[in-house]
């Protein structure tokens, strides 16, 4: 989680990336600061992308600065900069000639990382995104689905243990099924878990379900900056609101948290029990997936209640 | 069937010229191929990354490729003499377009994401594009680097042209003498040699990416070794000798030469007629064959050398044409017959001088020459649908001259409408045309008729015994038994055949006649 105390590990000040006379990217700022998930949120062809890269050098900004650990890029060697970033595609882009090993190995071979070291590192990343290497790590990409090629990419983004990793729509070229489990593991995973993490994606269940913030974007201008709920609740203008729009529902259940309800819940209720920072929606899934299916009214009934109470709370 | 035998014999006589001309061969393209991709790999790099480039080099070296071998060769010639260097970079020139294409199109086709991913990582361009995008774009690159292989082991028939040796002094010779065993002698081994590089390489081709990339390795370390083949040591003597193809194999050029003369010790490049007088004036080789009317020698400061034992049979020159033709048009006989003895040896080298070293043209010197004489008439009018008089020549410029004449004499006296077919390959393309009635006419030489059309017995040789007027008879005769067509009467000049030195050269070493070129050449 955030801690605003710390100095921050990334700052963006005014950048603005023009391709001919159309700005791709306008005057963008923001400050994040170390183990935070920013998601860059938004329609196709609002820069979020362009963003993205900007923020590694595989676009050079016509105006502004991007300051990692109080340090302007531009003072680095863009391929070294590059070493100590991971990065991670919608199309994943593994080397097709090199076996899953070596495609983790890439970059701590590049920092020239002792090989045993690079070996262990790559067994354990591998065991850890469910790819056991006794059976993966000589295979190579042409061999694996979709979702492995992913996981692989994410294993080759961690192999140097950055501190910064960026995704762009990783999950973006992944069927459903595929797409909800990785990114399960994906929030669950450990090594990420105190990385700074910035994220590209349209998926709005996607950022909400990943970030601690949200950047909105549109047309190449921040439309807000904020959390979750500040993006929903206190929407900064229209395009917010009408972003959001369409699955307004679902993303207030997954906003609110237990501890939200909590004073609506009528006493004594069973769902005081399972931990307060649960969002409704998950808490309503064990109600209704669970084993056993209380019949009583203390059930969903009296926590659909409560959300709804809890809605008319929030400040609009 | 007997050419199978025969070639067997062939090339049993000449296994060791065979095997020389084999690694001469395998050693240019392996050279040229060589500096090709060394050249042509890092421009395809350069260009992919400059793609407002690619069409202007893609096009240059296009142009290139559609370039006629033999014409890019003489383009390379003032400039490079003759020898390996104009062969190599010709070969080059030709072998680049297929690898820089290739090496772009590989490189295009590595999927996107697989750059931006690795540059993502953190590879510089350099390690993007050796780690990267070459094993990649390798496939690709290696079926560019085949098609060079196979372009380049055709064209490299074309440096026996040049001095450059390989299996194409065969075939040029076969060509130049009507001896098929001969050509084949020389095109089937090279055919095996291009299908050997394809299928080399198509094998290596089949590789995986990441093995290819060793195996391009030892290619970079194999084509310079094999390209060494071609510096195998030759061997060195006092004079050296540059001959046209046709006169190494016919029986009165080198071989008789060689019986009467001794000249043992001449060590000998074959190389087009055209280029041999300009390897003797830059002084590439010493002794070369000519003939002796040729414009070139007053213009060079070449000398003819004395055929003193008469080896060289008379080549005087004629007409020869189809009967036919005189039966349909009785008119055209008087009008042929103008030129008879009209032209002596000075005559004729004086013309030859005009054109060859003056570059006038052929029809304005004949013009020229006509006028002078009295004998210029304005061509008539145009009569519609006139029989065709179809002339044909030889590709060298008294030739030209002599069918120009010709053609002026014909339009001035008569309604016949002319059509000139000059620039036939050799003698047996000229006779062959003749034959079958492409043209109905062409000046050929009394020596030429004996000895590579009729190629009597020794024994015939001998009671002709260069005998002018005896070798005239006999071959008229000949040709009107063998083939029904007819020689004219000579035309006056005796274009034989001649070996030459540099003026200078020859009268330091003191060298006037043949027999003191082989008293030299002993000592």
């Excluded at chain 2, 089937?188 to 291009?194: D, Q, R, S, V």
Aim: hydrophobic content about 45%; aromatic content about 6%; glycine content about 8%.
């Amino acid at each position: 989680m955030a801690d605003s105390a710390s100095a921050p590990i990334i700052r963006a000040t005014g950048l603005t990336k023009r391709y001919g006379p159309h700005a791709v990217v306008q005057d963008v700022s923001f400050a994040l600061h170390p183990g935070e998930t920013l998601v860059l949120l938004g329609p196709s062809g609002c820069g979020k992308t362009t963003l993205l890269r900007l923020l590694n050098r595989l676009v050079e900004p016509d105006a502004g600065t991007v300051e990692i650990n109080g340090q302007d890029v531009r003072r680095q060697q863009p391929e070294e900069l590059r070493r100590g970033i991971g990065y991670v595609i919608q199309q994943v882009g593994l080397l097709p000639h090199y076996s899953v090993a070596d495609n983790v190995a890439v970059v701590p071979r590049l920092l020239g990382h002792a090989p045993a070291a690079i070996e262990a590192r790559t067994a354990a990343l591998l065991r850890r995104l469910h790819l056991p290497p006794e059976q993966y790590a000589a295979r190579f990409p042409h061999e694996l689905s979709g979702g492995q090629q992913q996981r692989v990419g994410l294993a080759r983004a961690l192999a140097a243990d950055p501190p910064i990793i960026l995704l762009d729509e990783p999950f973006g070229a992944l069927d459903p099924v595929t797409r909800t489990q990785i990114r399960r593991d994906f929030r669950e995973l450990e090594e990420l878990r105190d990385k700074t993490i910035v994220l590209v994606t349209h998926d709005v269940t996607e950022a909400f379900e990943l970030a601690d913030r949200i950047m909105l974007l549109d047309a190449g201008r921040v439309q807000q900056l904020g959390t979750p709920r500040e993006l929903l609740f206190q929407s900064a203008n229209d395009f917010v609101r009408r972003f959001f729009a369409a699955e307004r529902l679902p993303l207030q259940l997954r906003t609110l948290t237990l501890a939200d309800v909590q004073p609506f819940l009528p006493p004594g209720s069973q769902l005081r029990e399972l931990p307060a920072k649960l969002p409704v929606h998950d808490a309503l899934e064990q109600l209704t997936s669970g084993p056993k299916r209380p019949p009583s009214s203390a059930g969903v009934g009296a926590l659909m209640h409560a959300f709804e109470q809890a809605l008319q709370a929030e400040p609009v | 069937m007997k050419t199978l035998p025969e070639l067997l014999t062939f090339w049993q006589t000449q296994a060791g010229k065979l095997g020389e001309q084999t690694l001469q061969h395998i050693g240019l393209t392996a050279a040229a191929l060589l500096l090709a991709v060394v050249l042509g790999v890092p421009l395809g790099l350069w260009l992919t990354r400059r793609p407002r480039w690619a069409p202007v080099v893609l096009g240059l070296a296009g142009i290139l490729q559609t370039v006629p071998s033999i014409a890019l060769l003489g383009f390379l010639i003032p400039w490079l003499g003759i020898g390996p260097k104009p062969a190599i970079l010709a070969l080059l020139l030709y072998s680049l377009l297929p690898i820089i294409r290739n090496t772009v199109t590989g490189i295009q086709g590595v999927s996107p994401a697989v750059v931006e991913a690795a540059r993502g990582l953190g590879f510089t361009d350099w390690q993007v594009q050796s780690q990267v995008e070459l094993p990649l774009a390798l496939p690709v690159l290696f079926a560019g680097i085949r098609t060079a292989a196979v372009i380049g082991v055709g064209v490299a028939t074309l440096a026996a042209y040049v001095a450059a040796g390989g299996l194409g002094e065969f075939i040029f010779g076969g060509i130049a003498l009507n001896n098929p065993v001969m050509i084949l002698a020389g095109a089937l081994p090279a055919a095996a040699l291009a299908l050997a590089f394809d299928a080399a390489l198509a094998g290596l081709q089949r590789l995986d990416s990441r093995r290819l990339v060793g195996v391009g390795k030892v290619l970079l370390v194999l084509l310079p070794l094999l390209g060494g083949l071609y510096l195998l040591p030759r061997a060195s003597s006092k004079l050296q000798a540059g001959f046209s193809p046709e006169f190494v194999g016919r029986a009165d050029g080198l071989p008789g030469l060689r019986r009467a003369y001794g000249l043992r010790r001449l060590p000998s490049v074959v190389l087009a007629p055209a280029l041999v007088y300009e390897a003797a004036r830059n002084a590439d080789v010493d002794v070369i064959d000519g003939y002796s009317t040729d414009g070139r020698i007053r213009a060079y400061g070449l000398q003819v050398l004395r055929d003193d034992k008469r080896v060289f049979p008379p080549y005087y020159a004629a007409p020869v044409v189809r009967p036919a033709l005189l039966q349909a048009h009785p008119e055209l006989r008087p009008v042929l017959a103008q030129l008879t003895g009209l032209l002596t040896d000075s005559a004729m080298t004086e013309l030859n001088y005009r054109v060859d070293y003056l570059h006038q043209q052929p029809r304005a010197v004949a013009e020229a020459f006509l006028r002078q004489r009295g004998l210029w008439r304005d061509p008539r009018p145009k009569v519609p649908g006139a029989a065709v008089v179809r002339l044909g020549s030889k590709i060298f410029a008294e030739q030209y001259i002599l069918v120009e004449m010709y053609a002026a004499l014909i339009r001035g006296a008569t309604d016949l409408s002319v059509e000139t077919k000059t620039g036939l390959g050799g003698t047996t393309i000229c006779f062959e045309a003749l034959r079958s009635g492409t043209i109905d006419m062409y000046p050929e030489y009394t020596g030429t008729g004996l000895q590579v059309l009729l190629q009597p017995s020794p024994a015939t040789l001998d009671s002709l015994n260069g005998q002018p007027a005896a070798v005239f008879d006999y071959v008229k005769q000949e040709f009107r038994r063998r083939y029904k067509l007819e020689w004219l009467p000579p035309l006056g000049f005796n274009n034989t055949y001649a070996l030459l030195m540099r003026q200078r050269q020859a009268r330091e070493l003191g060298i006037g006649s043949l027999s003191e070129l082989g008293q030299y050449l002993g000592r």
